[in-house]
C-alpha cells in the first residue's frame, strides 16, 4: 500500500533544542505527523492532528494548551486540505484510525463526517468518561459532538503475534495488513497503528515516545524537556516505560523489516 506521510500541525513550546530536540534556541518545534494510506477499497488516515474547527476557534483547546504547546493553527495544515491538495476527494476517507484520542491526535475527525473512526475500546471508555483531571485536559469532547461512526477494537481475546507484540486487525475483511498495537501507558488505550507497504511494515507509535532518540540503538542523549513531559503526562508511567522497552527491542532486533515512526518528532518525516 502507498503511504503519504503528513505533517498537520507545528507545535512551538517555549524551550528550544536543548530541551526538545529540535527548533531554534528559544523554542522548539514539535511536528503532527499523521498518514494517509491508499488502501484497496479506499483511503485510510492514521491521526488526524488539529481540525477545521479548532483552528477557527482555538479558545476551545484551554487557555493551559495554547500557553504550553504553543500550535500554529494554519487551516492548510489541517488533514483536510492536505487530502485535497494530494488531489483526493475527503468523501475518500474511508477510515480514520487514531493511536488515541488526546485533543492534538483527534481534532481532525469531524472533518470527515462519514469516515469509520477506529481505536482501541479502552481509549474509548477513557475520554467518555475523563475520570481524572489530566484525561479532562487531554480529552476534548467538542471534537466528536458530531457523532463519529465509532469501530471500538477490543484488546482483550486478541492474541495475533506482530513481531511479539499483539496486532489486533483493524480491517480485516478489506485491508489485512493494517493493525493496532496495544502501546498503552501515555494513555489508557494508547496503540500504533502498523501497516505493510511495499519497502516493508511501518509502524505508527504515536505517543510511545516523543524523539527517535528514544528508541536509538545507540546510547544518546535524550532531549530533557520531552522526557519530563512524557512523566508527567503519562497515565500509567510505568505501562508507558514497558512499551517504550518493546519498542526499543523491536528496534534493536526488526530495524530492517520495521520502521518506527512518532507524532511529534519532525526527525521522522525527513
Known amino acids: 500500500m502507498r503511504v503519504h506521510h503528513l ?8 524551550g528550544g533544542r ?6 531554534g534556541p528559544l523554542v ?16 485510510i488516515l492514521v491521526d488526524t492532528a488539529f481540525g477545521t474547527a479548532d483552528v477557527a476557534d482555538p479558545r476551545r ?20 486540505h492536505q487530502v485535497r491538495a494530494l488531489g483526493y476527494d475527503p468523501k475518500d476517507v474511508r477510515d480514520i484510525v487514531l493511536t488515541h484520542l488526546d485533543l492534538d491526535h ?22 467518555r468518561a475523563r475520570a481524572t483531571r489530566g484525561e479532562r485536559d487531554r480529552y476534548l469532547p467538542a471534537q466528536w459532538a458530531h457523532s463519529p461512526l465509532w469501530v471500538e477494537h477490543p484488546r482483550l481475546g486478541a492474541t495475533e503475534n506482530w513481531y511479539g507484540l499483539q496486532g489486533i ?3 480485516p ?10 502501546l498503552p501507558g501515555h494513555s489508557r488505550g494508547h496503540s500504533g497503528v502498523a501497516v505493510r507497504t511495499s519497502d516493508g511494515w ?14 536509538a540503538p545507540r546510547p544518546r542523549r535524550r532531549p530533557p524537556g520531552l522526557t519530563a513531559f512524557q512523566n508527567l503526562v503519562a497515565i500509567d508511567n510505568g505501562a508507558r516505560r514497558d512499551s517504550l522497552e518493546r519498542l526499543r527491542e523491536l528496534r534493536r532486533t526488526h530495524a530492517d523489516e520495521v520502521r518506527l515512526v512518532c507524532a511529534h518528532d519532525p526527525f521522522d518525516l525527513t
Open 7 to 14: 505533517d498537520c500541525a507545528t507545535m512551538c513550546p517555549v
Open 18 to 23: 536543548l530541551l526538545l530536540g529540535s527548533g
Open 28 to 43: 522548539g518545534r514539535l511536528s503532527a505527523h499523521c498518514l494517509l494510506i491508499e488502501g484497496p477499497t479506499g483511503l
Open 61 to 80: 483547546l484551554g487557555r493551559q494548551f495554547l500557553t504550553v504547546v504553543r500550535p500554529r493553527l494554519d487551516p492548510a495544515r489541517t488533514a483536510l
Open 106 to 127: 483527534a481534532g481532525g475527525i469531524s472533518d470527515f463526517p462519514h469516515a469509520r473512526i477506529h481505536v482501541l475500546d479502552d481509549e474509548l471508555r477513557a475520554a
Open 169 to 171: 486487525p483493524i480491517l
Open 173 to 182: 475483511g478489506e485491508t489485512p495488513d493494517l493493525l493496532l498495537v496495544p
Open 202 to 215: 511501518l509502524l505508527h507509535c504515536g505517543d510511545a515516545y516523543f524523539s527517535h532518540t528514544d528508541i
